[in-house]
C-alpha cells in the first residue's frame, strides 16, 4: 500500500502558474503509473496526465502544451507543473499511483480566476 499527499494547490490568476507536488510514503520506484485526475462539481473525473515509470507521459488534450507531469523517483515524488493556467482548470486535483490496485491521493483544490 501506498499513502500520497497533495500539496501546491491554491488560487491563481487566468495566466499563472502552479506546480502540484504528490508526496509518496514508499518508494515509487516500482509503482509503474502515477499521474493526476482532477473533479470538478457536476463534471466527471478526468484524466490530466500520467507517466510511467520509464518516463513516458499522457496527457488530457485539454492541457497539452500547458502542463508537465514529471516524477523524481529518488524523492519519492511526482510533479504537475502548470502554466497558463484557465477558469476551466479550476479543481480538486488528485494524485494516483497504479500498483495492483490504485492510490488515490486526498485532494488539493486549485482555483484559476479570470
Known amino acids: 500500500q501506498v499513502h500520497l499527499v497533495e500539496s501546491g494547490g491554491g488560487l491563481v490568476q487566468a495566466g499563472g502558474s502552479l506546480r502540484l507536488s504528490c508526496a509518496a510514503s514508499r518508494t515509487i520506484f516500482s509503482i509503474n503509473t502515477m499521474g493526476w485526475y482532477r473533479r470538478t462539481p457536476g463534471k466527471q473525473r478526468e484524466l490530466v496526465a500520467s507517466?510511467?515509470?520509464?518516463?513516458?507521459?499522457n496527457y488530457a488534450d485539454s492541457v497539452k502544451g500547458r502542463f508537465t507531469v514529471s516524477r523524481d523517483n529518488a524523492k519519492d515524488t511526482v510533479y504537475l507543473q502548470m502554466n497558463s493556467l484557465k477558469p476551466e482548470d479550476t479543481a480538486v486535483y488528485y494524485c494516483?499511483?497504479?500498483?495492483?490496485?490504485?492510490?488515490w491521493g486526498q485532494g488539493t483544490q486549485v482555483t484559476v480566476s479570470s
Open positions: 494516483i499511483g497504479v500498483a495492483g490496485s490504485t492510490y
Open positions: 507517466i510511467t515509470r520509464d518516463g513516458n507521459t
